[in-house]
């Protein structure tokens, strides 16, 4: 029996960066491989289809301008947009149905957390599995562990399967028995090539923002909200002032006009490093903002799911200095393509930052291995090979279950 290739992803169209990257990789990927790609687009997201119709997906507008807001975006409570939220997916469980079936759909993927409850009873009703590509880890706030309990139950009578993208985003699940797999993901690494930018252009790029010719240039890739680090990045960036160490930080990131990052520029003022820090804003083309960078930054303070920002940069061949917390402790080997922090506060990071500093004649090495670990274990066409791999075991044991009964 040949592994079935037909597929129904669940997507809002509207996902932020890390996401719709992940979204990409499955619908180009996959289409190339064979697969005939169907996507429901829940809100809209008219961008997203236009994308992914260009990489060969078929796609169904499910509900065009409905709201689906998020819990922590609701003024109302969390409670209430959640009811909310759960109102409006349950008016589409009955088109996602038919939708499914229609297309003979054989299994359904899905990524919003949220989304799940939804998807997981249109995988019933068509009697196919349901594989949840986890963004993030599953929250501990909500009362009664309810949340992991209803994964459990999903897994054991909606045929749920969640694809964790680190051991750290896995263990968040809990104990509770859940069929569940580790998935790391992967990137284009044609995309992520360091040889397709000039090293001469990457020079003037840096020459015409203005960055000191003579320190090093530290690339941060991330939203500009606290628990990405920015702060605690600006503290240490003071303790190593007065020793002398004046580093250049390209600042790659949105949004910039945003008490946060005012608050931030005020502290930098403060702490005479103003000059150090380059904001760019959000950037859409940012392989050559890698290619200006000596060393890739990663500083969330709170344990990282997964790190497309880590794994992106290493592509390009730099190495990255990281929170070890979650994701980059299973993607960077310190030492070897990075260095990895032990504490989210400014001392730590500081120290951290004085040992990348002080392996500074090992760049270009670290860089190198940096790169073959991304083409050994996190391309996009590695991370499609697991995927298949899991569909295929979970095949063979639902014939194999079909056969003992």
Request: aromatic letters at 6%.
């Amino acid at each position: 029996m040949t592994q079935q290739k037909r597929l129904l992803f669940i997507a809002s169209g509207t996902e932020g960066y890390g996401v719709r990257r992940v979204w990409d990789s499955l619908v180009g990927g996959l289409t190339a491989r064979g697969y005939t790609v169907h996507v429901a687009l829940l809100t809209g997201g008219a961008g997203a289809a236009q994308g992914w119709c260009a990489m060969g997906a078929e796609i169904t507008q499910i509900a065009p301008g409905a709201s689906l807001q998020n819990a922590g975006e609701a003024r109302w409570g969390k409670a209430a947009a959640l009811g909310s939220r759960a109102l409006t997916q349950f008016r589409m469980i009955g088109r996602l149905t038919a939708l499914a079936r229609n297309t003979a759909a054989d299994r359904i993927v899905v990524q919003s957390p949220l989304e799940v409850p939804m998807a997981a009873l249109v995988a019933r009703r068509c009697g196919i599995p349901l594989y949840w590509m986890m963004p993030n880890g599953v929250s501990d706030t909500y009362p009664l562990d309810i949340n992991r309990r209803l994964y459990a139950l999903l897994g054991r009578r909606a045929n749920l399967v969640p694809l964790a993208n680190s051991r750290y985003t896995l263990g968040t699940l809990g104990s509770r028995a859940v069929q569940a797999e580790v998935l790391h993901l992967g990137i284009d690494i044609q995309e992520f090539f360091p040889g397709r930018w000039d090293p001469a252009a990457a020079a003037e790029l840096r020459r015409s923002l203005g960055l000191r010719g003579d320190g090093a240039v530290l690339g941060l890739f991330a939203r500009l909200v606290p628990n990405k680090g920015l702060g605690v990045l600006v503290e240490a960036l003071g303790l190593l002032a007065a020793e002398g160490h004046r580093p250049n930080v390209l600042i790659c990131g949105g949004p910039l006009d945003s008490s946060f990052v005012a608050s931030v520029r005020s502290r930098a003022q403060e702490l005479g490093v103003s000059e150090q820090l380059f904001f760019q804003g959000p950037i859409q083309d940012i392989g050559p903002w890698y290619a200006a960078s000596d060393i890739i930054l990663n500083t969330r303070l709170d344990p990282e799911p997964f790190g497309l920002s880590v794994i992106e940069g290493m592509a390009m061949a730099k190495p990255v200095l990281a929170h070890q917390a979650g994701g980059p402790a299973e993607t960077v080997l310190d030492g070897k393509t990075g260095w990895l922090i032990t504490a989210p506060d400014p001392a730590s990071f500081a120290a951290g930052m004085r040992r990348a500093f002080a392996d500074r004649p090992r760049w270009h090495e670290m860089g190198l291995a940096a790169r073959a670990q991304v083409e050994r274990n996190f391309s996009e066409d590695k991370m499609l090979d697991r995927l298949e791999a899991v569909w295929g075991r979970a095949e063979r044991g639902r014939r194999g279950t079909a056969g003992v009964q």
